[in-house]
């Protein structure tokens, strides 16, 4: 039987192989803005998945207390307790922190649009909020770091 955390880092590679293929094979063939949200839904679920491995690692270790089935029970807990451990980089946490806004603009996003190669996001207020592919690239290989972070902290210490 395999251990929590094996799964949900099994599920992080999942969820970044689709994002990457997503951007990589499907957008240029397609080329529509639209999809940069799933892609960025995408990347999202994988940092989600891979903080909820090292958090169910160090559980497992009873190194972190209890903590709620939440994003931002996780979010808080594993910012406060690995991150703080293991000295895990800001720039992740910036990163989950700024996809979570993100994703959660486009769910109440009361307009979007496309200019160009750009996906265009706009709150209740019409402040704007833009995603590019230049910007998704980036994200892709943070998270594709971040992944490789998490799986050598468990295997460092498995």
Do not use: W
Request: proline share 4%; glycine share 2%; hydrophobic share 40%.
């Amino acid at each position: 039987m395999a251990a929590d955390y094996e799964e949900s880092l099994h599920n992080a590679r999942i969820q970044y192989d689709a994002a990457f293929h997503l951007l990589n094979v499907t957008y240029p063939l397609i080329n529509d803005p639209k999809l940069l949200p799933g892609i960025l839904t995408n990347i999202f679920l994988s940092l989600e998945a891979s903080m909820d491995a090292i958090l169910q690692f160090e559980r497992q270790l009873k190194l972190v207390p209890i903590y709620n089935n939440n994003f931002q029970s996780k979010f808080n807990m594993f910012r406060y307790k690995p991150v703080r451990r293991h000295k895990i980089s800001q720039t992740y946490i910036d990163l989950i922190q700024n996809l979570k806004e993100m994703l959660d603009l486009h769910k109440k996003s009361p307009m979007e649009f496309q200019r160009g190669n750009k996906f265009v996001m706009c709150d209740k207020n019409y402040r704007i909020q833009s995603i590019s592919t230049k910007d998704i690239r980036e994200y892709c290989t943070l998270t594709k770091e971040f992944i490789d972070t998490i799986n050598t902290i468990i295997n460092r210490k498995a």
